[in-house]
């Protein structure tokens, strides 16, 4: 195993794998008393340059339950958001801690902090990727489908930080994925290369979001505008007008399909309310998923689980 949780593409499947079951494992055992706290004494900053509710809180909650404490760091009232640099807060925090999950903007300062720290560096969301949230994502699957060998997985939305890693996720795992973006809102070109150059399944991108669900088994989309994007809001509403995951859509996909959605979700833009609380829906799940894969990650990287 790397040191650093920062993307999928640094894993093996065998190793994602096992993340998954002692996931699946933590979350059966969690009542176990002190048999559960792997990582008594241990201490993890969660650094935070964009908002987070489920991040911060699954993050804070999971190293707590494993003996731990974590430590929340908000950019804006640290040295950081004074211009200290980042290796060397890299360096300060190895010091004092022994892990740090860090929410960012670019891909590169996650891996810039994890080169000078001696100590586990975990990925919270960056625009590039979202890896944590992708793990959990597989997991509420693999709960509700069995497994997700031979499923169809279809994205419709942007082609943001959690396409980039589904497309990640589905060559690594080897998976079907089909991703229906709006012209000029494609993912990552690079990633995607990757992910094709290593893939033995199949990753489409369409621009038709019928396309990309018909008889797809799990369903997913995400905010039109990201974090850091809101100023690029009205454009992209008319940019992605009809890529939505509706009554419509979702009929179109295998009749026990299931509906994803990373949240925080806008109601009626990118997923009607009448779909993200309906029958299909599994973004409770899939939102609690975080707090069991975090703490697997956390276990294997912080603790040697
Ligand atoms: N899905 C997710 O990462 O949620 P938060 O932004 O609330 O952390
Ligand atoms: N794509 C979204 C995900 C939020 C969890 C964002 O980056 O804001």
Redo the contacts with the bound molecule.
């Keep these: 195993m790397k040191k650093d949780f920062l993307a999928l593409n640094a894993f093996s499947k065998k190793e994602l794998d096992g993340l998954l079951d002692l996931a699946l494992e933590l979350k059966k055992k969690r009542k176990d008393g002190d048999k559960h706290r792997i990582l008594k004494g241990k201490t993890l900053a969660m650094i935070f340059e ?1 908002s987070s509710t ?2 911060r809180v699954s993050f804070e909650v999971g190293i707590y339950q494993l003996g731990g404490h974590g430590l929340f760091i908000s950019s804006g009232t640290s040295q950081m958001g004074r211009g200290e640099p980042i290796k060397d807060t890299a360096r300060t925090l190895s010091r004092y801690c022994d892990g740090i999950m860090i929410r960012t903007y670019g891909q590169e300062i996650v891996e810039e902090l994890a080169r000078y720290a001696t100590i586990p560096v975990i990925n919270g ?1 960056t ?1 590039l990727f ?1 890896p944590c ?1 992708i793990m959990a994502d597989v997991m509420t699957v693999i709960e509700h489908k069995k497994g997700y060998k031979g499923l169809k997985f279809a994205w419709v939305g ?1 082609g ?3 396409a980039n890693t589904w497309i990640e996720a589905a060559a690594i795992f080897g998976f079907d994925l089909a991703l229906a973006c709006p012209d000029g809102y494609l993912p990552d070109a690079k990633v995607l290369e990757w992910a094709r150059s290593v893939a033995k399944s199949s990753i489409v991108v369409t621009d038709d979001p019928r396309e990309a669900v018909k008889d797809a088994d799990v369903l997913n989309t ?2 039109w505008a ?3 994007q809101e100023q690029e809001q009205k454009a992209r509403e008319k940019a992605f007008a009809g890529f939505q995951l509706n009554a419509e859509t979702v009929g179109l996909a295998k009749k026990d399909c299931i509906v994803m959605h ?3 979700a806008h109601r009626d833009e990118e997923i009607t309310d009448e779909v993200i609380e309906g029958p299909n829906s599994v973004v409770w799940d899939e939102a609690e998923n975080r707090l069991h894969i975090q703490k697997a990650i956390m276990a294997r990287l912080m603790g040697g689980a």
Excluded: I
């Design positions: 964009k489920r991040t969301l625009d979202h949230q942007d943001n930080n959690m995400d905010v990201s974090m850091g990373c949240l925080p």
